[in-house]
């Protein structure tokens, strides 16, 4: 190549660049003023647009195969084009993300639990760009392979034959392509949200990402717990925030038979209708069950806006109470009996029944010597075990 040549690739090079920076100035101080989503396309094309336009200035101002006397010059030419179309494809991408992250942002600031609409919107624009960017990378690999004079060969037998090579490809791929459509069903058919609180495998957790192979979940501990898209589709799992965000908080107390259930009811309440994390809808404090062990089993309800202060005022209720019986009815906690009940002048009946036992009603009662098998004689007295 001649040194015009050069010249004029770097002169198209340069101009291209330029242009692209006086487009984004103008995005940032211009268009940004009227128009929202400038700030958005400048920001998720700062790299991408550079790039494509120096590519595409150079293929513009590369001269032609026939121009040029290098033997290698025909293997840059195509690389060039393959570049192109990717720095391309980039920049389309970087565009349609910056689209959606307008709408994302909107529907983040007021994305709270009890705003479903706003995060089953989320969820859906979310999920619909990673379909719509995995169909652009796909069209851009095959625009870059029919680029190669082999596969435009083979075009014409693949095309013929696209119903065996579909029948093939649907079984080979039939994996992703389940997992594909159980993230369109879980998003259109708003069975799952981001930011949905779920139980999943016995764990609590938020669902942070939803993508279109796996759900990951943000465990309370700040775990993520990744799971395959398809396994809510197949499996059964909690939903916490799927009708709303209200919940009810519950609390269980195994405590002795001596406990008071009207002061306890009566502290309960007033705990409770103090607390800054009860919604106002109802409470309760119920005997609900007593135990094999003989314990009385008291459950405290209370309803919450939400899971975060479910959460606090089951703590609340649950630390005030243990305190609160501890210091005014110790009697109440649980606790394990054993009744000796001691007998009157005469023998009881156990006794009379089993005059050797080591368990006896009274110490001070005589039994029959007992001979032992060596002939000695012991006296059945209770401290003797």
């Not at 791929?173 to 779920?198: H, K, P, Y």
């Not at 309960?268 to 809808?281: Q, V």
Request: hydrophobic share 50%; glycine share 6%; charged share 20%.
């Amino acid at each position: 190549m001649s040194v015009s040549q050069w010249i004029a690739i770097g002169i198209a090079v340069s101009v291209s660049m330029a242009l692209v920076f006086v487009l984004q100035w103008l995005l940032n101080h211009k268009l940004g003023k009227v128009w929202p989503m400038a700030r958005y396309v400048v920001a998720r094309s700062a790299v991408t647009a550079y790039t494509a336009a120096a590519v595409a200035g150079a293929n513009l101002a590369l001269p032609s195969r026939g121009d040029v006397a290098w033997s290698t010059f025909q293997t840059i030419d195509h690389a060039m084009t393959i570049l192109m179309i990717a720095t391309l494809t980039a920049l389309g991408i970087s565009l349609a993300y910056a689209a959606t992250d307008m709408v994302l942002e909107r529907l983040s600031a007021r994305n709270g639990d009890a705003d479903r609409r706003a995060r089953r919107l989320q969820t859906q624009v979310r999920l619909l760009r990673r379909v719509i960017t995995s169909i652009i990378v796909v069209l851009a690999i095959a625009s870059i392979l029919f680029t190669f004079p082999e596969v435009q060969a083979l075009g014409a037998g693949l095309l013929a034959s696209a119903g065996v090579i579909g029948i093939v490809a649907g079984v080979a791929a039939q994996s992703t392509l389940g997992n594909l459509f159980a993230g369109l069903q879980l998003a259109f058919s708003d069975a799952l949200r981001i930011g949905d609180v779920v139980v999943v495998e016995g764990e609590w957790g938020r669902v942070e990402e939803l993508s279109l192979v796996n759900v990951t979940i943000k465990i309370w501990d700040e775990r993520r717990l990744v799971v395959p898209v398809a396994n809510f589709t197949t499996t059964s799992f909690e939903n916490w925030t799927k009708a709303g965000t209200n919940i009810t908080a519950k609390v269980q107390l195994p405590l002795d038979w001596e406990v008071p259930i009207a002061d306890l009811r009566e502290e309960t309440g007033r705990l409770i209708t103090a607390s800054k994390f009860w919604d106002g809808r109802s409470w309760s404090c119920q005997v609900v069950d007593i135990t094999e062990s003989g314990e009385v089993m008291v459950r405290v309800v209370a309803t919450a806006s939400d899971t975060g202060n479910q959460w606090n005022i089951a703590c609340e209720i649950r630390e005030h109470l243990v305190t609160w019986l501890a210091t005014h009815y110790p009697e109440s906690l649980p606790r394990n009996r054993t009744e000796f009940v001691g007998a009157g002048d005469d023998e009881s009946d156990y006794a009379a029944r089993f005059p050797t036992s080591a368990f006896r009603r009274n110490s001070s009662a005589s039994v029959p010597a007992h001979v032992d098998s060596e002939g000695s004689a012991r006296s059945g007295n209770a401290e003797e075990v």
